[in-house]
């Protein structure tokens, strides 16, 4: 086999290789940002449900961004 190619080989696959982990990396903080907006929302809606006159804007803003 050629050197050209397995260079270009070993060189394509360690490239493919950082992708993957630079994916896994950005699917991870995806993951905890959304875990951080549900707590938020459950937060809103607890404070806004216990308030002597919850807003309807907030509970509707909340209802729809769980579809």
Partial sequence: MDSST???RVIASV?????A???RNRLY?????IEKMEVALDDINRINTNS??????????IERSRE
Avoid: A, F
């Avoid at 903080?29 to 940002?33: A, C, E, F, S």
């Avoid at 002597?52 to 803003?61: D, M």
């Fill in 29 to 33: 903080l995806q993951q905890q940002r």
């Fill in 6 to 8: 397995i260079i270009s």
């Fill in 52 to 61: 002597e006159t919850p807003n309807p804007l907030i509970t509707g803003i």
């Fill in 15 to 19: 490239i493919s290789i950082m992708q």
């Fill in 21 to 23: 982990s630079n994916l």
